[in-house]
């Protein structure tokens, strides 16, 4: 039976929900800054920044989380132990989500990176409580809970680093004197070395998929410059093999 607790998480959820998206819209209506979060990204371009059309992926991660918000005010989804083992850092994520894009439009980009950091701990979490791929969900479990928290956590890995490197473009920073590709191979492969870790314990597509998605974007972007086109073709690569060799132990224990 749900209890009063279960009753305020699930409307917590959506609620918080609404209020990152309001974020989300007001700061970019009003141009927040005198800057649409887009532009942000291309104010201190670095080579990491993918083309223009990979922010998109902003649009699903919301209608991925919207369908999570409406799943779990499903009677009979109150006290489910799934949704009562996130509903709590989502909405902690939601609330935080909403201050994130206010230093991002600010050019507090160290404070915006520190939310991001906060953000990906607890979206990992979710995704770990959840263990994705680890064994067999239902499909409607998959869609609405699985799904969205497999693509949330990769594109904030990929967006903190960016912020990141955002960050330090704004600093002037040299680089130690190494060269701006061999930094943004380095922080692909950092990237990738994060996917794959999470690879080794979880089986998630998804996860893959989002960051092929964003090198996909640093290629089109970027691919005529050495070594970046070469190693992005090759990272995505061995993260697609990756995922289809761990895919095939994980399918032989869930099915």
């Not at 919207?66 to 009562?84: D, E, F, K, N, T």
């Not at 520190?114 to 791929?133: H, K, P, Q």
């Not at 990237?191 to 996909?216: D, K």
């Not at 070594?227 to 132990?249: N, Q």
Request: charged share 10%; with cysteine.
């Amino acid at each position: 039976m749900p209890t009063p607790k279960d009753r305020i998480r699930q409307f917590a959820v959506p609620t918080t929900m609404g209020f990152f998206l309001f974020m989300n819209w007001w700061t970019g209506a009003v141009r927040l800054g005198g800057v649409t979060q887009g532009e942000i990204a291309f104010m201190f371009p670095t080579l990491f920044t993918p083309e223009f059309y990979v922010f998109s992926i902003w649009g699903i991660i919301y209608m991925l989380l919207i369908g999570y918000a409406v799943y779990q005010l499903v009677p009979g989804q109150s006290a489910r132990p799934i949704h009562r083992a996130i509903g709590w850092p989502l909405t902690i994520v939601n609330v935080i989500g909403g201050v994130w894009l206010v230093t991002w439009h600010l050019l507090y980009l160290w404070w915006s990176a520190l939310i991001l950091a906060i953000m990906l701990a607890l979206v990992l979490t979710v995704f770990m409580r959840l263990g994705v791929g680890r064994h067999k969900v239902s499909e409607l479990d998959f869609i609405f809970c699985h799904l969205p928290f497999s693509i949330y956590p990769a594109w904030l890995s990929v967006a903190l680093i960016a912020n990141i490197a955002i960050a330090l473009k704004q600093m002037s920073w040299s680089g130690f004197g190494i060269s701006e590709p061999v930094w943004t191979v380095a922080l692909m492969t950092i990237a990738s070395l994060i996917a794959i870790t999470v690879q080794i314990r979880y089986w998630s597509p998804a996860f893959v998929a989002v960051l092929v998605w964003a090198f996909s974007g640093i290629w089109v972007r970027n691919g005529d410059i050495a070594p970046i086109g070469t190693m992005t073709l090759l990272l995505c690569a061995l993260l697609i093999a990756f995922v289809l060799v761990r895919g095939r132990k994980r399918l032989a224990t869930i099915l």
